[in-house]
């Protein structure tokens, strides 16, 4: 059990980069659910056992279900990587290693 | 060495063009092989003056955007992606698109599930590798022992498989070239002699095995990472500049009477009506005797020009190996593939009309094809009681075999390749069928009575029979019903009636590429190499974008490859260099090819390195420093880190000069397993305070034994490296689960960790 003095160096709340970071991490994980779904759906009815082939539809150029299963969820994927990089995804401090502190020291000295 | 008359053909008419480019291409690679060095000597002056491992293993954790984003991805694009994946789309199709759909989300799943978590983890701790984590944050010297034998297991297989493959490319790559051809012409026999390989492939693997190698070892991370940068600007590059150019040309290689339709609509019409070409071996003739050894190089055009004695005259076919038809012989049989479509069939003659103009020998237009052969196996009944001295297995004898659908078809014998002197009941013997034809009704009747009648002759021929027969057709894809499989799910495949990527499949590949990648330890190191949470955020966007400028395109490119060279079934690992030869010739830029060629090369070389820096740091700091002398100085370290690199760099080059069999196999093992064994415990450890070592080291011991006992049963019945699928389901997914449920249902019956540690990782830290 640890002491009460290694216990107080340390706020009772959590650390606000391992929330932040557990919470985009379910965002990230419902996302690929999401993607899954779009894509395995939309391809199982749209690009397994067409019927006929030869005249299979055409969305520029590419068969429609690539186009409509992969090529449009892709595009949004990007859309929503993009969101999510710079409008949800919080910055945080990720703190300073112990083979770290000599460079900051170097750092400051330069400074 | 006899002299060898180089027969010409459509490929090395490409050759020929190729070397116009050959000198670029070499040039290239001499100027990239170069570069690497440079780097190399300025990151090993940035290992002065900085702490030595954190530096050397890690990259002092300070990766900017450009190096963060291209390390990574480069590092998860290897050679597969530059050579495995085009010959995949050549073969299957637009079905491809599918199979790698998940790297719409790999990005943000690699670098975002776990990447900001285990940065800060990993400082808390001052980990600098991932068993350095599990261990410090659960305070369990066995874990760290546990993840270090794993990774060191699974590693080691799959550099020596990687050393390998970055050979093979070399070999691909170098292989028109004059020089090259020329260099290993002069080396001695005894340096050939230690691969069964041959002495190019040896001479690759030394030259691609030495120059990683040595930039790793004297670099280190940086190193590594700065040409991951490197090498993956080459990939994008490559890319960019081959896809108008496959588009365009492809168009323009359809028979406007055959479509109204342009540019890739045009293509995807003729994709329709493809079918997959029949994998036969096929006996070709010279008209006389050859006088010396005459070679036949793999990808060359046969037909039987006007002498068909089994089907029509319009049948053309490629060769898939190199063949020699020996001095005062006059035929040889040759592995190859038959092209069935019809428009196909348009182009293929073609080319070959273009190899026989251009065979500046004069031997290719006189080679003929005299009959087509399938594969088969003839057994002996064990409870044969006949004199089988008396059996005489010779061309044309009748042998009765049951089709997979029961029916009781005859097939007439061209030879027996086994050894037939001492026959014994219950002998299985390879042997060639002449050009098996499916037939009914009264010809199958008829063939009946003529086996019966040869049995009434030679009654010792009784019982004898052909247990398995290849008719050489595609088992999805060839079928009327089945025409149109390259542009549809689940796409051609060669032994799987099931297709090529059927609906469990294409789930299983949504979790392997982006579940999976998130698992990979290698992964893992570069997400604990990144300076803040500014450059991950922008890193992540950056490989979205980079991803989706190399994949999808490359499933536009390959498909337009079907149309510009047809027939490359026969050499689909060369569909990517003879790509790049072909569309840069096309427009009068052979030196274009360099650029194009070198991608692939980079791809395996930056997968390489990484794996090699892994297994050393593996070594160095987690078994030497932190287990057998934690008060080593930063001077032994130094000298330990180069060693071990340097050792277990030249230990995967002798085990790749006679690699195992099953090497893919093993890629793809050793990338699955280190998921299942290393996914549950990391995110139980970064996410979950309640996770505790006995929980996690279940967890990890639980999915690899699951994802093991897989390829331990599919082995047992008999499918060699084949993992046993249930539900068609991937091992992956078994073991991830497996992983997932034994680690949380361990954790929740043993105690809980200290208050301390969960303070540590999952508390602020107060200032003062």
């Given at each position: 059990m640890a002491s009460d003095l290694e216990r107080d160096s340390y706020s009772s709340e959590p650390d606000p980069t391992f929330v932040n970071s557990r919470r985009e991490a379910i965002v990230i994980f419902c996302t690929w659910f999401v993607a899954l779904i779009w894509a395995v759906t939309y391809c199982k009815i749209n690009g397994y056992d067409i019927e006929d082939p030869a005249n299979i539809p055409t969305t520029l150029g590419m068969p429609s279900w690539v186009v409509w299963g992969i090529a449009t969820p892709w595009l949004v994927a990007d859309l929503f990587?993009?969101?999510?990089?710079?409008?949800?995804?919080?910055?945080?401090?990720?703190?300073?290693?112990?083979?770290?502190?000599?460079?900051?020291?170097?750092?400051?000295?330069?400074? | 060495m006899a002299n060898l008359t180089f027969i010409s053909s459509m490929k090395?008419?490409?050759m020929l063009a190729a070397a116009e480019s050959g000198n670029s291409v070499l040039f290239t690679f001499l100027i990239y092989i170069l570069g690497v060095f440079v780097i190399a000597w300025l990151s090993n002056k940035l290992l002065q003056n900085r702490n030595f491992l954190s530096?050397?293993?890690?990259?002092?954790?300070?990766?900017?955007?450009?190096?963060?984003?291209?390390?990574?991805?480069?590092?998860?694009?290897?050679?597969?992606?530059?050579?495995?994946?085009?010959?995949?789309?050549?073969?299957?199709?637009?079905?491809?698109?599918?199979?790698?759909?998940?790297?719409?989300?790999?990005p943000i799943c690699v670098m975002g599930l776990l990447g900001k978590r285990i940065n800060q983890v990993a400082r808390i701790s001052g980990a600098i590798t991932v068993p350095d984590i599990l261990r410090d944050r659960f305070n369990?010297?066995?874990?760290?022992?546990?993840?270090?034998?794993?990774?060191?297991?699974?590693?080691?297989?799959?550099?020596?498989?990687?050393?390998?493959?970055?050979?093979?490319?070399?070999?691909?790559?170098?292989?028109?070239?004059?020089?090259?051809?020329?260099?290993?012409?002069?080396?001695?026999?005894?340096?050939?002699?230690?691969?069964?390989?041959?002495?190019?492939?040896?001479?690759?693997?030394?030259?691609?095995?030495?120059a990683v190698i040595v930039y790793t070892t004297?670099?280190?991370?940086?190193?590594?990472?700065?040409?991951?940068?490197?090498?993956?600007?080459?990939?994008?590059?490559?890319?960019?500049?081959?896809?108008?150019?496959?588009?365009?040309?492809?168009?323009?290689?359809?028979?406007?009477?055959?479509?109204?339709?342009?540019?890739?609509?045009?293509?995807?019409?003729?994709?329709?009506?493809?079918?997959?070409?029949?994998?036969?071996?096929?006996?070709?003739?010279?008209?006389?005797?050859?006088?010396?050894?005459?070679?036949?190089?793999?990808g060359t055009w046969v037909s039987f020009q006007g002498t068909a004695p089994h089907g029509?005259?319009?049948?053309?076919?490629?060769?898939?190996?190199?063949?020699?038809?020996?001095?005062?012989?006059?035929?040889?049989?040759?592995?190859?593939?038959?092209?069935?479509?019809?428009?196909d069939k348009r182009r293929s003659f073609i080319a070959m009309k273009s190899q026989n103009e251009n065979d500046t020998v004069g031997v290719v237009p006189s080679l003929e094809v005299r009959f087509v052969l399938n594969q088969a196996t003839v057994k002996i009944p064990a409870d044969y009681n006949g004199d089988l001295n008396a059996v005489k297995l010779q061309v044309r004898t009748l042998l009765p075999w049951t089709d997979e659908n029961g029916t009781k078809r005859i097939a007439r014998l061209y030879a027996v390749t086994s050894p037939v002197d001492d026959l014994k009941a219950g002998d299985a013997l390879d042997a060639y069928?002449?050009?098996?034809?499916?037939?009914?009704?009264?010809?199958?009747?008829?063939?009946?009575?003529?086996?019966?009648?040869?049995?009434?002759?030679?009654?010792?021929?009784?019982?004898?029979?052909?247990?398995?027969?290849?008719?050489?057709?595609?088992?999805?894809?060839?079928?009327?019903?089945?025409?149109?499989?390259?542009?549809?799910?689940?796409?051609?495949?060669?032994?799987?009636?099931?297709?090529?990527?059927?609906?469990?499949?294409?789930?299983?590949?949504?979790?392997?590429?982006?579940?999976?990648?998130?698992?990979?330890?290698?992964?893992?190191?570069?997400l604990m190499a990144f300076k803040d949470t500014v450059t991950l955020r922008r890193s992540i966007f950056t490989v979205a974008l980079y991803y989706t400028m190399i994949y999808f395109p490359l499933v536009i490119i390959f498909c337009c490859a079907r149309i510009l060279?047809?027939?490359?079934?026969?050499?689909?690992?060369?569909?990517?260099?003879?790509?790049?030869?072909?569309?840069?010739?096309?427009?009068?830029?052979?030196?274009?090819?360099?650029?194009?060629?070198?991608?692939?090369?980079?791809?395996?070389?930056?997968?390489?390195?990484?794996?090699?820096?892994?297994?050393?740091?593996?070594?160095v700091r987690d078994i030497y420093q932190r287990n057998m002398n934690p008060d080593a100085t930063e001077k032994q370290i130094k000298k330990l880190s180069y060693i071990f690199t340097l050792v277990v760099g030249l230990g995967a080059l002798v085990g790749a000069m006679n690699p195992p069999e099953f090497l893919q196999d093993i890629i793809v093992y050793t990338g699955s397993g280190l998921a299942a064994a290393f996914l549950a415990p990391v995110v139980f450890a970064l996410y979950w305070p309640r996770s505790n070592h006995q929980g996690c080291i279940a967890a990890m011991t639980g999915g690899f034994g699951a994802h093991l006992s897989l390829y331990i049963i599919g082995f047992i019945n008999g499918e060699g490296f084949t993992p046993y699928r249930p539900l068609e389901l991937d091992p992956i997914i078994i073991g991830l689960f497996a992983s997932f449920i034994i680690g949380f249902i361990v954790t929740l019956k043993t105690a809980p960790p200290s208050d301390k540690v969960v303070q540590k990782y999952f508390y602020k830290k107060l200032e003062g």
């Open positions: 990587t993009t969101w999510f990089c710079f409008c949800f995804m919080k910055d945080d401090e990720l703190g300073i290693a112990g083979d770290e502190e000599h460079l900051e020291h170097a750092a400051e000295v330069d400074g | 090395e008419h490409c530096e050397y293993f890690l990259g002092s954790r300070g990766l900017g955007v450009w190096a963060f984003a291209l390390t990574l991805a480069a590092t998860s694009s290897s050679g597969g992606s530059f050579m495995g994946f085009p010959a995949k789309i050549y073969t299957h199709g637009w079905v491809l698109a599918l199979w790698i759909g998940s790297y719409m989300v790999v369990s010297v066995w874990f760290g022992l546990v993840s270090v034998a794993l990774i060191i297991f699974f590693m080691t297989f799959n550099l020596v498989a990687q050393f390998k493959a970055g050979s093979e490319i070399l070999r691909t790559l170098l292989g028109p070239i004059d020089a090259f051809n020329s260099a290993v012409a002069s080396l001695p026999e005894w340096f050939g002699n230690f691969s069964g390989l041959g002495a190019d492939y040896m001479l690759c693997l030394v030259v691609f095995g030495i004297y670099g280190g991370f940086h190193a590594v990472v700065w040409t991951d940068v490197m090498q993956g600007i080459v990939m994008v590059v490559g890319v960019i500049i081959m896809l108008p150019l496959a588009i365009s040309q492809a168009t323009d290689a359809i028979d406007s009477s055959d479509s109204s339709k342009t540019g890739m609509a045009a293509v995807t019409e003729e994709m329709a009506k493809m079918v997959p070409p029949r994998h036969v071996s096929v006996l070709v003739a010279l008209p006389h005797e050859a006088t010396e050894d005459t070679q036949i190089p793999p029509a005259n319009n049948r053309v076919f490629r060769t898939k190996q190199r063949h020699i038809i020996a001095s005062g012989s006059q035929v040889a049989v040759v592995e190859a593939i038959e092209i069935i479509s019809d428009s069928v002449i050009d098996f034809v499916k037939t009914a009704g009264t010809t199958l009747e008829t063939e009946q009575s003529v086996y019966k009648a040869q049995v009434d002759e030679f009654p010792q021929l009784a019982g004898i029979e052909i247990t398995s027969l290849d008719d050489g057709y595609y088992a999805y894809g060839a079928a009327d019903e089945e025409v149109g499989s390259y542009v549809m799910a689940p796409g051609p495949h060669r032994d799987s009636t099931s297709g090529f990527l059927p609906l469990s499949l294409a789930i299983s590949f949504f979790f392997m590429w982006a579940i999976s990648g998130t698992g990979q330890p290698s992964n893992m190191v570069r060279l047809p027939g490359m079934e026969a050499e689909a690992d060369r569909i990517m260099p003879q790509m790049a030869v072909t569309l840069t010739t096309n427009v009068g830029m052979g030196w274009l090819a360099g650029l194009l060629i070198a991608a692939p090369f980079a791809a395996v070389m930056s997968t390489v390195d990484s794996f090699l820096l892994m297994i050393s740091s593996a070594l």
